[in-house]
């Protein structure tokens, strides 16, 4: 199994610009997490999936955010305008989706916003 | 007040000490526990889940205390390769997807 896969690792962009986070999840996993970890507020879930279907997004930020499933094996989180505060490493996770099963967490991107 | 709630730490013991990490939440009807390890610039990982009756993993405990809304990792006999922060995670009634994550707590192991 590959795991959860993110792309890109990195990005810097200047603000003002649209940055768009890629993740597929483990196949068979029907939960899709998008987290944001900063030094100052740790681990902050911003949105999730349930079977492709968004079930919580109270943690976006603000409407620049906006993050999409179209399908099983594919999610995407966009940023449009970036702003310099957006700088963080994102995460996207899955899991099965049994209640307290684990996350497994994707290697992350690292987004700097100049 | 937040969640969950963590001392920063970091925590400095010297390899083969006992450590031991409190993390305290607010909610009270929070149903699942669980720690995770994450590694400097890595993702976190799972650690372990925390029961009721508390539980043990090799050389890592994980106890819960309903009454004081804390649970607890006790990690014995330290090694170099335990250098990591440790997360505690909250699940809570009628969110059972929505995991919420500590700040961490930082643990050096030295020579």
């Known amino acids: 199994d590959a795991g959860v896969i993110q792309s890109p690792r990195h990005e810097v962009t200047e603000m003002g610009q649209e940055v768009t986070l890629r993740c597929k999840p483990i196949s068979g996993h029907d939960y899709l997490f998008w987290y944001r970890q900063t030094m100052m507020r740790g681990l902050e879930l911003l949105i999730y999936?349930?079977?492709?279907?968004?079930?919580?997004d109270s943690g976006m930020p603000e409407d620049r955010f906006s993050a999409k499933m179209p399908n099983a094996s594919f999610s995407t989180l966009k940023i449009q305008p970036s702003e310099p505060r957006d700088s963080a490493v994102y995460f996207c996770?899955?899991?099965?989706?049994?209640?307290?099963?684990?996350?497994?967490f994707g290697n992350g991107t690292r987004l700097t916003v100049t | 007040r937040k969640e969950v709630e963590q001392d920063p730490g970091p925590f400095n013991v010297p390899e083969g000490a006992t450590v031991a990490f409190n993390c305290t939440y607010s909610n009270s009807a929070s149903q699942s526990f669980f720690w995770y390890r994450q590694d400097c610039r890595k993702e976190p990982k799972l650690l372990m889940s925390?029961?009721?009756s508390g539980n043990e993993d090799g050389r890592f405990t994980a106890q819960l205390n309903r009454a004081s809304q804390y649970i607890s990792l006790l990690i014995r006999d330290s090694k170099l390769s335990d250098s990591a922060t440790y997360l505690c995670v909250v699940v809570n009634t009628g969110t059972a997807s929505k995991l919420t994550f500590g700040t961490g707590t930082r643990l050096q192991v030295t020579l």
């Open positions: 925390v029961y009721s």
């Open positions: 996770a899955s899991s099965p989706g049994v209640a307290g099963s684990p996350l497994h």
């Open positions: 999936f349930n079977n492709n279907v968004p079930i919580d």
